[in-house]
């Protein structure tokens, strides 16, 4: 690698700078430094002061809230990489934002995760490097590259911590079974899921249990948690029925404040039960509420980047590592 350390520089955008600084230590790599200004219209302005032609550029930057101007300053950054002549640009997304509106499920929406895909194609990007995308088909939205990461392996390090006896893994609803699957898979543990069916026209969700969690230890385990809304319920379900504990687990931590109810993400699981949340910095957490275990993707960031530099299977590295494929 150290032959090509010349040839590579890193960038940390508004979302992930301490992130780019504690990949490029990793990687002993130099961290490029990006001016970003703002006019009085609120349009954003970037200009890269560290020079990237013939260089591979590593990008990183979350596209979280808030949403559009993060999505934004990545395109321009992009723009602006491509402009200076940059050998190839690899993006470095910890977590995608709009990738929820990933199909039509109705006549006059859009596909938002398909038309970022392409925005950040057309603005340069050579590669995406994500991770857990809220759906895998959006990987096939892409005519570039794609690495969809998994966090489970770092999260379930964490979680084995606990030492809990009897676990069962829960998925809170239908559409994470697979993802929940393949994190039981590292506990050996069982897995459950919640079922929400609507009993009627206009009627609430009824919600039932598909698989035992009586005198079970319980770990929730979700790409994502927004609001906080569905996660609450299936924990006070779950309780309900005989759990001993429930804990949750979990890559993205938007922790949104629910203005319809007027209560934060974080009281809205308290409330519920839930005993601790394991989430990673994906989206940096402005807390220090022990009840939030935030785990650092720096270092498998730092890995991906250099396995990429040096030519070698990022998939073959997961499995070994991680004990997962991405």
């Known amino acids: ?48 002061k560290s020079s990237v032609r013939a260089k591979s550029v590593f990008i990183i930057q979350s596209t979280n809230k808030p949403a559009n101007d993060n999505l934004m300053e990545l395109l321009l950054a992009l723009d602006a990489f491509k402009r200076s002549s940059a050998k190839e640009i690899n993006v470095i997304i910890p977590y995608f934002g709009y990738a ?23 603005a340069g990007a050579d590669r995406i490097i994500t991770f857990d995308i809220h759906s895998e088909q959006i990987v096939g939205f892409f ?5 969809n990461l998994k966090g489970s392996g770092l999260i379930a390090s964490e979680v084995k911590k606990l030492n809990l006896d009897n676990l069962t893994i829960v998925s809170p609803d239908h559409g994470g079974v697979s993802r929940a699957r393949q994190f039981a898979k590292l506990f050996n543990a ?29 770990v929730i385990y979700d790409d994502m948690v927004d609001t906080g809304g569905t996660v609450s319920a299936a924990a006070k ?3 309900e029925n005989g759990a001993i ?4 687990a979990t890559t993205h931590g938007v922790l949104s404040y629910n203005k319809s109810k007027n209560i934060s993400a974080i009281d809205n699981l308290k409330n ?18 022990d009840f939030i275990v935030e785990i650092n993707l ?14 070698k299977s990022i998939t073959d590295h997961f499995i070994k590592k991680y004990n997962t494929e991405i």
């Open 1 to 48: 690698m150290d032959n090509k350390k010349e040839n590579s520089i890193i960038f940390g955008l508004s979302t992930s700078k301490k992130m780019a600084e504690e990949v490029a230590k990793h990687l002993d790599l130099e961290l490029g430094v990006m001016k970003k200004n703002q006019f009085a219209d609120g349009e954003i302005f970037v200009e890269s």
């Open 100 to 122: 929820r509106q990933d199909r039509k499920v109705f006549g006059r929406q859009p596909i938002s995760a398909k038309l970022v895909a392409n925005m950040l194609v057309n």
């Open 143 to 147: 005519d570039i590259p794609v690495d």
């Open 245 to 248: 504990s429930v804990y949750l």
């Open 237 to 239: 379900i779950l309780k």
């Open 272 to 289: 519920a039960g839930i005993k601790k949340v394991f989430i990673t910095n994906s989206i940096k957490q402005n807390t220090d509420d």
């Open 298 to 311: 720096a270092e498998i960031i730092a890995e991906t980047i250099k396995n990429h530099i040096n030519g």
């Open 190 to 218: 069982p897995l459950a899921v919640i079922d929400k069916r609507r009993v009627g026209p206009n009627q609430a969700e009824s919600m039932f249990i598909l698989g035992e969690v009586k005198d079970k230890n319980i």
